[in-house]
């Protein structure tokens, strides 16, 4: 055998465990994408779903807070409501019934009457404070 023999069938056996590594590596790559496949097949059947009822879930609170949005706007129309009618009574009322009192009291103290809540202190004159006893008594 000469040298180029030789050298060809190095060359020819390199050849050959290159295919063979080659051969292998696309073998194992195959399994990989097949153990993927499969992986992806088994995530969309639990995956898809969940997703439905994450769908539902989302239309669900979408339609509870319309309501909730609903009772605030009512909410907020009857505490208006409230507001203007407390500014109405008071101004209506509120007024009048002040001059009202503020007459009573001036009347009261024109006819010399304390209004009520006012204390007054009855002293006794000193001349009635004599013999005849302590007031209440008949003697």
Same mark, same amino acid.
């Given at each position: 055998?000469?040298?180029?023999?030789? !050298? #060809?069938? +190095? /060359?020819?056996?390199?050849?050959?465990?290159? *295919?063979?590594? $080659? =051969?292998? @590596?696309?073998?194992?790559?195959?399994?990989?994408?097949?153990? !993927? #496949?499969? +992986? /992806?097949?088994?995530?969309?059947?639990?995956? *898809?779903?969940? $997703? =439905?009822? @994450?769908?539902?879930?989302?239309?669900?609170?979408?339609?509870?807070?319309?309501?909730?949005?609903?009772?605030?706007?009512?909410?907020?129309?009857?505490?208006?409501?409230?507001?203007?009618?407390?500014?109405?009574?008071?101004?209506?009322?509120?007024?009048?019934?002040?001059?009202?009192?503020?007459?009573?009291?001036?009347?009261?103290?024109?006819?010399?009457?304390?209004?009520?809540?006012?204390?007054?202190?009855?002293?006794?004159?000193?001349?009635?404070?004599?013999?005849?006893?302590?007031?209440?008594?008949?003697?």
């Amino acid at each position: 055998m000469s040298g180029v023999e030789v !050298a #060809g069938i +190095l /060359v020819a056996v390199f050849w050959a465990i290159l *295919v063979s590594f $080659l =051969a292998l @590596a696309l073998v194992r790559l195959a399994q990989t994408l097949r153990s !993927a #496949g499969t +992986l /992806v097949e088994r995530i969309t059947e639990q995956a *898809v779903p969940l $997703l =439905a009822d @994450a769908s539902d879930t989302v239309r669900s609170a979408h339609t509870q807070l319309a309501r909730v949005d609903a009772i605030a706007a009512d909410v907020q129309e009857v505490t208006a409501n409230a507001s203007a009618l407390s500014t109405t009574v008071s101004s209506t009322f509120g007024g009048p019934l002040v001059k009202v009192a503020a007459f009573g009291y001036g009347v009261r103290r024109a006819l010399g009457r304390p209004g009520p809540g006012v204390v007054v202190s009855r002293t006794v004159p000193p001349a009635r404070r004599g013999g005849r006893g302590t007031r209440g008594r008949k003697g």
